[in-house]
């Protein structure tokens, strides 16, 4: 028995563990960076299933859910190659694909058919073996010395499991019996796919399989065309000019936040745009996915901020309020990445000045709203952040601030919103869902409406979002 006792008993070893633990061998240093790159190598896989299928996905909570999932993983990825770096790591060949049977995995994930495959590839395949390894990790390494480790596999688990409990959930939601059985082959696939390469930790004996693709057997191709579940029963619908109506000093603060809920919910087509560019960009340094994925996310919440808004008040948004995809439809169908990255940054350098997120903000302080208030407030901050993305991976590529932002308002003037030709396919008569919108928050606030706020009928015919005529009209 080993004798040995601190000082009057205080903790040991700064608390981080037993001094038996200590002693044990645990893992050598190029052990623990084998799999620390494994690590690596999933979540940056994870990262790009997660981005790349939320324009196609047409499920709403799946959309918001995967713009989350795909933060997490770049926020772990950057944790992880800055961790592999501190461990004589130079250079840190991470870039290398741990082991071919992993990278049929994660191409048979991203290249599923359907939602039902990919989430049960993501839910209940790739996730939990990546769990499985940070906890074996864990259990195999000494705490002390690689404490630093220890730490981010502790992080990374706390928020894997936020993931598979929205995957579960999700899964219980969507998926039956008969599908799973359907697809059953495949994920056996997925396995025999792990255990040939030794789990995704790597430290298992590899078992011999015959691997032979399936989904992935024709590479992925990304799909830009956003589609969207039966809750969005118009999304050609550009009836309605939101910013027109905000920013008239005719009408009170109060029913603009009815116009301030609708602009986040719509900003779901921003995620749906980002994700082209991420996915259509290769070659970048990992700060420019990072830093672009967390703006993802930024919007994804800012909708979510819309829909909470409706909810608050009684509104069924599916019903009363017509969410379009017309922006990250056209953007994603007829500009380059590059092409649509200057027009996120034209966007937001007019957010910028005071009639911008400013002014949204104090409409909603001034609306007695607290939602609204509130919502304005971090969206406003959002936006700073983003402005300095912007300048970080956008404004490098031009002479100077000016030339930047003049290219993003030319390459936005190109894009052709079919408004007469969309509604002469059918596809929207671009109805005026204001008046039902406006009479139902009335009766929700208990007060009349005003005729001339009930009145409000201007569109997006010929004036852009940022009240800019539009030349390209179609």
Same mark, same amino acid.
């Given at each position: 028995?080993?004798?040995?006792?601190?000082?009057?008993?205080?903790?040991?070893?700064?608390? #981080?563990?037993?001094?038996?633990?200590?002693?044990?061998?645990?893992?050598?240093?190029?052990?623990?960076?084998?799999?620390?790159?494994?690590?690596?190598?999933?979540?940056?896989?994870?990262?790009?299933?997660?981005?790349?299928?939320?324009?196609?996905?047409?499920?709403?909570?799946?959309?918001?859910?995967?713009?989350?999932?795909?933060?997490?993983?770049?926020?772990?990825?950057?944790?992880?190659?800055?961790?592999?770096?501190?461990?004589?790591?130079?250079?840190?060949?991470?870039?290398?694909?741990?082991?071919?049977?992993?990278?049929?995995?994660?191409?048979?994930?991203?290249?599923?058919?359907?939602?039902?495959?990919?989430?049960? *590839?993501?839910?209940?395949?790739?996730?939990?073996?990546?769990?499985?390894?940070?906890?074996?990790?864990?259990?195999?390494?000494?705490?002390?010395?690689?404490?630093?480790?220890?730490?981010?596999?502790?992080?990374?688990?706390?928020?894997?499991?936020?993931?598979?409990?929205?995957?579960?959930?999700?899964?219980?939601?969507?998926?039956?019996?008969?599908?799973?059985?359907?697809?059953?082959?495949?994920?056996?696939?997925?396995?025999?796919?792990?255990?040939?390469?030794?789990?995704?930790?790597?430290?298992?004996?590899?078992?011999?399989?015959?691997?032979?693709?399936?989904?992935?057997?024709?590479?992925?191709?990304?799909?830009? #065309?956003?589609?969207?579940?039966?809750?969005?029963?118009?999304?050609?619908?550009?009836?309605?000019?939101?910013?027109?109506?905000?920013?008239?000093?005719?009408?009170?603060?109060?029913?603009?936040?009815?116009?301030?809920?609708?602009?986040?919910?719509?900003?779901?087509?921003?995620?749906?745009?980002?994700?082209?560019?991420?996915?259509?960009?290769?070659?970048?340094?990992?700060?420019?996915?990072?830093?672009?994925?967390?703006?993802?996310?930024?919007?994804?919440?800012?909708?979510?901020?819309? $829909?909470?808004?409706?909810?608050?008040? *009684?509104?069924?948004?599916?019903?009363?309020?017509?969410?379009?995809?017309?922006?990250?439809?056209?953007?994603?169908?007829?500009?380059?990445?590059?092409?649509?990255?200057? #027009?996120?940054?034209?966007?937001?350098?007019?957010?910028?000045?005071?009639?911008?997120?400013?002014?949204?903000?104090? #409409?909603?302080?001034?609306?007695?709203?607290?939602?609204?208030?509130?919502?304005?407030?971090?969206?406003?901050?959002?936006?700073?952040?983003?402005?300095?993305?912007?300048?970080?991976?956008?404004?490098?590529?031009?002479?100077?601030?000016?030339?930047?932002?003049?290219? *993003?308002?030319?390459?936005?003037?190109?894009?052709?919103?079919?408004?007469? $030709?969309?509604?002469?396919?059918?596809?929207?008569?671009?109805?005026?869902?204001?008046?039902?919108?406006?009479?139902?928050?009335?009766?929700?606030?208990?007060?009349?409406?005003?005729?001339?706020?009930? *009145?409000?009928?201007?569109?997006?015919?010929?004036?852009?979002?940022?009240?800019?005529?539009?030349?390209?009209?179609?």
């Amino acid at each position: 028995m080993n004798p040995y006792r601190s000082y009057r008993r205080l903790p040991s070893l700064a608390g #981080v563990c037993s001094m038996a633990d200590a002693m044990k061998p645990g893992l050598a240093v190029e052990q623990c960076v084998a799999r620390l790159k494994r690590y690596h190598y999933a979540f940056k896989r994870l990262h790009h299933i997660f981005t790349a299928r939320i324009t196609a996905e047409p499920i709403y909570e799946l959309k918001m859910g995967f713009s989350l999932h795909a933060h997490l993983c770049a926020e772990h990825v950057t944790a992880l190659r800055k961790r592999v770096g501190e461990m004589r790591e130079p250079p840190l060949g991470l870039g290398a694909i741990p082991h071919p049977a992993l990278e049929v995995c994660f191409d048979e994930i991203v290249a599923a058919p359907g939602t039902e495959e990919l989430l049960l *590839g993501l839910y209940e395949r790739a996730l939990p073996a990546l769990k499985a390894s940070l906890e074996k990790h864990l259990a195999d390494t000494n705490p002390l010395v690689d404490q630093p480790s220890v730490r981010l596999c502790r992080f990374a688990l706390l928020e894997l499991d936020d993931m598979l409990k929205f995957g579960a959930a999700t899964i219980a939601s969507l998926i039956d019996e008969p599908v799973r059985q359907k697809i059953s082959g495949w994920l056996a696939l997925l396995d025999d796919c792990l255990a040939a390469a030794g789990g995704l930790h790597g430290a298992d004996s590899p078992i011999g399989k015959t691997i032979t693709r399936q989904f992935s057997a024709k590479p992925y191709q990304y799909d830009g #065309v956003p589609r969207r579940d039966e809750r969005f029963p118009d999304p050609y619908n550009m009836g309605v000019n939101a910013e027109f109506f905000l920013y008239d000093p005719k009408f009170r603060p109060q029913p603009k936040t009815l116009m301030m809920f609708y602009k986040r919910l719509r900003e779901i087509d921003v995620p749906e745009m980002m994700a082209s560019i991420l996915a259509e960009t290769p070659d970048k340094p990992w700060d420019y996915y990072r830093d672009m994925t967390r703006q993802l996310w930024d919007e994804a919440r800012h909708a979510m901020m819309g $829909e909470v808004g409706f909810a608050n008040l *009684g509104i069924d948004w599916g019903r009363k309020v017509m969410v379009n995809f017309t922006w990250s439809l056209a953007l994603n169908t007829q500009l380059k990445p590059i092409e649509r990255h200057a #027009v996120l940054y034209f966007i937001e350098q007019g957010l910028m000045p005071r009639n911008g997120k400013r002014f949204e903000w104090e #409409v909603g302080q001034a609306s007695q709203n607290p939602l609204a208030a509130l919502f304005q407030d971090y969206d406003w901050a959002d936006e700073v952040l983003h402005a300095r993305f912007g300048r970080d991976w956008y404004l490098k590529e031009f002479a100077d601030a000016k030339a930047a932002v003049q290219y *993003g308002d030319k390459c936005w003037s190109r894009v052709l919103m079919g408004w007469a $030709e969309w509604r002469a396919q059918g596809l929207t008569q671009h109805r005026n869902w204001w008046p039902d919108l406006y009479r139902k928050a009335c009766a929700h606030w208990k007060i009349d409406p005003d005729p001339a706020v009930l *009145g409000y009928a201007t569109t997006y015919e010929s004036v852009r979002a940022d009240l800019k005529t539009i030349s390209a009209s179609a």
